[in-house]
Nanobody
Framework: QVQLVESGGGLVQAGGSLRLSCAAS????????AGWFRQAPGKEREFVAS????????YYADSVKGRFTISRDDAKNTVYLQMNNLKPEGTTVYYC??????????????????WGQGTQVTVYS
């Protein structure tokens, strides 16, 4: 079993930046692809970004392309989400996730195995 813990959420002005971190315990991220989802109250959890173990390929939702960057540091068992030019629509809970697969080309909740508890991001104007 893999335990994931997110951190780095908080309050930020529109147009500003935050970097979220996801630390793994129990097992390392080695061999696991990872991703980030977000969920607002009353809405479905939606895909944000993912990264493959095999070659580090990254994938992004259209809504965040050019603004968000996902990366990983396997030596630290940590996955990051750099969020730039944040918008009020980004005021949601962000969740880290992973699965035992070399490919991170997965965009639905059902395709992932492990989830963190989430970290709140609030964007104000």
């Amino acid at each position: 079993q893999v335990q994931l813990v997110e951190s780095g959420g908080g309050l930020v002005q529109a147009g500003g930046s935050l970097r979220l971190s996801c630390a793994a315990s129990g097992r390392t991220f080695r061999g696991y692809s990872a991703g980030w989802f977000r969920q607002a109250p009353g809405k479905e959890r939606e895909f944000v970004a993912s990264i493959s173990w095999s070659d580090g390929s990254t994938y992004y939702a259209d809504s965040v392309k050019g603004r968000f960057t996902i990366s990983r540091d396997d030596a630290k068992n940590t996955v990051y989400l750099q969020m730039n030019n944040l918008k009020p629509e980004g005021t949601t809970v962000y969740y880290c996730t992973s699965r035992w697969s070399a490919s991170g080309r997965s965009y639905t909740v059902s395709e992932y195995e492990y989830w963190g508890q989430g970290t709140q991001v609030t964007v104000y104007s």
